[in-house]
Every structure is written in structure tokens, then in C-alpha cells.
């Protein structure tokens, strides 16, 4: 399976403020989402981040609140822009195709975000 | 369109005990995946199986086991001799063939196991 690494593991923001969430991977995937966890509820997917192309986005998700950039088969970003309380979850990037392992799905360990 | 049912959404069991956690699908893809994921307290999600819409052979890993009918749409995960250690909240998600990674997630099971 996969190593993914999420940084900030956690963090407290003010309302307004952006926070930009790192997602590294050991080895090359062929592909890489974005998914979002509020409070209790079950995972939703934000949006796929394909390489070197702008990302593809979910019903109910816009670029401009959530960017997210893939400069490599490893790497990944999503900005939660002008953060207001509701925006309070944890973020997981998930890859498929990882060191090999076709249809295989993996999680991060997440982000937890609140939004004060 | 695509949709997970986990109708049990708390299950507690005290320590050694069986416990089945039900998930029921929904979806007219002919190709599609079903998978079943752990996430303990500390929030990370742990992958335990992934089954094939064509591969209807149960599967047993351990004291995990677990249950593919296409018949009933249903994919139900059983732990047998349950421990403390498997307490955690545990959810059933389906993929479609055509969609690699867009995963539809059910609502989660919250599994408590008392010593």
C-alpha cells in the first residue's frame, strides 16, 4: 500500500482566512481526490486533481473556494479559501493506483480544520 | 444513480462476540467496486477489502469476513470474536467501473466493543 502524508495534520483557523493542505505520496499514483468529512457525517468527494491540468469538481464544489493543484504523480494541494465555520471538517486526499495497485483505494490520514 | 445503505448506524457488542455490519447498494453499473474502510478514533481511514461486481466469491482475512450477494445488492462485513481494538466507526463505499476513485460512501457504523 501507499505512504500518503497530509500536512497540516490539524488547525485552527479564523473565519475569511485560507488554509492550503499538502497531500505527498511514496510513490507515483495514477490518480489523486480530494474528500471532505464534516462533523459525524460521511466522506464526500470534493474533486479529482489531475496532473498538470485544472481539477475536476463535484456537484456543489467550486474552484474558487476549494483550488487545488497537482504539479506531479505525487504531490497535491486543496485551498479551503475565505474559511467561515461550515468549512470545519476533516480533509482526506485518497489515491488509486499506488505502487502498482490497480483499483486499490488508500486515504490519508487527514486534515482536521475548524473554523472559528 | 449510485447509493450505500448502512442502515445500523450504532452497534454495541461486548467482547468476543460476532457482529455483522450490513451495507446494501444501489446502482445499474454492470462493473463496479465495493469496498469497505475503518476509521478508528484517531480519524485516519484504514482499507480492508475491495470486491469486484464479478467476483462473488466471500472472502475471509483473520477474524474478518465478509459476505458479496448480488441478488440482495448487499456486502455485509462480519468480525468474528470481536476485540476492544476493533472498535471504531466502519463504512461501506461503492465505485463505479467507469469512475476510478469517485467513491459513493455509506452513512457509517458505529461499532463500540466493551471489555
Known amino acids: 500500500s501507499a505512504v500518503i502524508s497530509q500536512k497540516p495534520s490539524r488547525d485552527i483557523c479564523q473565519r475569511g482566512t485560507s488554509l492550503t493542505i499538502q497531500c505527498q505520496v511514496d510513490?507515483?499514483?495514477?490518480?489523486m481526490f480530494w474528500y471532505r468529512q464534516q462533523p459525524g457525517q460521511s466522506l464526500t468527494l470534493i474533486a479529482t486533481?489531475?496532473?498538470?491540468?485544472?481539477?475536476?469538481?463535484e456537484s456543489g464544489f467550486v474552484i474558487d473556494k476549494f483550488p487545488i493543484s497537482r504539479p506531479n504523480l505525487t504531490f497535491s494541494t486543496l485551498t479551503v479559501s475565505n474559511m467561515s465555520p461550515e468549512d470545519s471538517s476533516i480533509y482526506l486526499c485518497?489515491?488509486?493506483?499506488?505502487?502498482?495497485?490497480?483499483?486499490?483505494?488508500?486515504f490519508g490520514p487527514g486534515t482536521r480544520l475548524t473554523v472559528l | 444513480a449510485q447509493k450505500v445503505t448502512q442502515a445500523q448506524t450504532e452497534i454495541s457488542v461486548v467482547e468476543k462476540e460476532d457482529v455483522t455490519l450490513d451495507c446494501v447498494y444501489e446502482?445499474?453499473?454492470?462493473?463496479?467496486?465495493l469496498f469497505w474502510y475503518k476509521q478508528p478514533p484517531s480519524g485516519e481511514l484504514v482499507f480492508l477489502i475491495r470486491?469486484?461486481?464479478?467476483?462473488?466469491q466471500n472472502e475471509i482475512s483473520g477474524r474478518y469476513s465478509w459476505n458479496f450477494q448480488k441478488s440482495t445488492s448487499s456486502f455485509n462485513f462480519t468480525i468474528t470474536a470481536s476485540q476492544v481494538v476493533d472498535s471504531a466507526v466502519y463504512f461501506c463505499?461503492?465505485?463505479?467501473?467507469?469512475?476510478?476513485?469517485?467513491?459513493?460512501f455509506g452513512r457509517g457504523t458505529q461499532l463500540t466493543v466493551w471489555p
Open positions: 485518497s489515491v488509486v493506483g499506488a505502487g502498482g495497485a490497480y483499483n486499490e483505494q488508500f
Open positions: 510513490s507515483q499514483v495514477t490518480m
Open positions: 486533481a489531475n496532473q498538470g491540468s485544472e481539477a475536476t469538481y
Open positions: 446502482t445499474r453499473d454492470t462493473t463496479y467496486y
Open positions: 470486491r469486484n461486481s464479478f467476483d462473488e
Open positions: 463505499a461503492l465505485g463505479r467501473g467507469s469512475t476510478l476513485g469517485r467513491l459513493y
